[in-house]
């Protein structure tokens, strides 16, 4: 059981946008900066989004964050092929005093 | 260009000590870093193991504390983790990663270094 609550799936048709929800308390989310992370199948997780909604160099455009209280949202436009992966959130929990995941969720691009 | 590189065995018997070791190279670990250690069992998802401070304050999960042991060596540009007393359950792709900075995300991967723990 993960901390972070996250869909275990999500699924929408190239070019289309879709998002994945990230839902935690107060300890969590709604304290603390939120990333995400990509993870295609075989590889390392890749980070896509740190500090709620910044991008590291070289993550285009498409990939967004947003965060609300203590729910926080990785938006995904102009789906490709190549998105279909495992997609994770994170904070630090100072209830804690612990790194947390969610659980994953898996983008399948139809 | 900077890298991080896990390593050590890929077995290990159930109530011994698994122990694995993070190169990093291009980079100075001495620097002000957290360098941490995150975990994922076949077909799960991402478990933060621990992460140590360049002056070689740790910070633990608190359902692995007592088993859970990460270092580091400035001589050899590295940092180590040890967690005893294994069982099926540690089996996991273990990963060595960084923000290479003072913050809880981590921007920097190792490949990741499958340890299955069996008899």
């Known amino acids: 059981q993960s901390v972070l609550t996250q869909p275990p799936s999500v699924s929408a048709a190239p070019g289309q946008k879709v998002t994945i929800s990230c839902s935690g308390s107060?300890?969590?989310?709604?304290?603390?900066?939120v990333s995400w992370y990509q993870q295609l199948p075989g590889t390392a997780p890749k980070l896509l989004i740190y500090d709620n909604n910044k991008r590291p160099s070289g993550i285009p455009d498409r990939f967004s964050g947003s965060k609300s209280g203590t729910s926080a949202t990785l938006g995904i436009t102009g789906l490709q092929t190549g998105d279909e992966a495992d997609y994770y959130c994170?904070?630090?929990?100072?209830?804690?005093?612990?790194?947390?995941f969610g659980g994953g969720t898996k983008l399948t691009v139809l | 260009q900077v890298q991080l590189q896990e390593s050590g065995p890929g077995l290990v018997k159930p109530s011994e000590t698994l122990s694995l070791t993070c190169a990093l190279s291009?980079?100075?670990?001495?620097?002000?870093?957290?360098w941490g250690w995150i975990r994922q069992p076949p077909g799960k998802g991402l478990e933060w193991i621990g992460s140590?401070?360049?002056?070689?304050?740790?910070y633990y999960n608190p359902s692995l504390k007592s088993r859970v042991t990460i270092s580091i060596d400035t001589s050899k540009n590295q940092f180590s983790l040890k967690l005893t007393s294994v069982t099926a359950a540690d089996t996991a792709v273990y990963y060595c990663?960084?923000?290479?900075?003072?913050?809880?995300?981590?921007?920097?991967w190792g490949r990741g270094t499958l340890v299955t723990v069996s008899s």
């Open positions: 140590i401070f360049h002056s070689g304050s740790t």
């Open positions: 107060n300890s969590n989310i709604g304290n603390n900066y």
């Open positions: 994170g904070t630090w929990d100072s209830s804690l005093s612990a790194v947390v």
């Open positions: 291009g980079y100075s670990i001495s620097s002000a870093c957290y």
């Open positions: 990663a960084s923000p290479l900075g003072i913050d809880w995300y981590f921007d920097l």
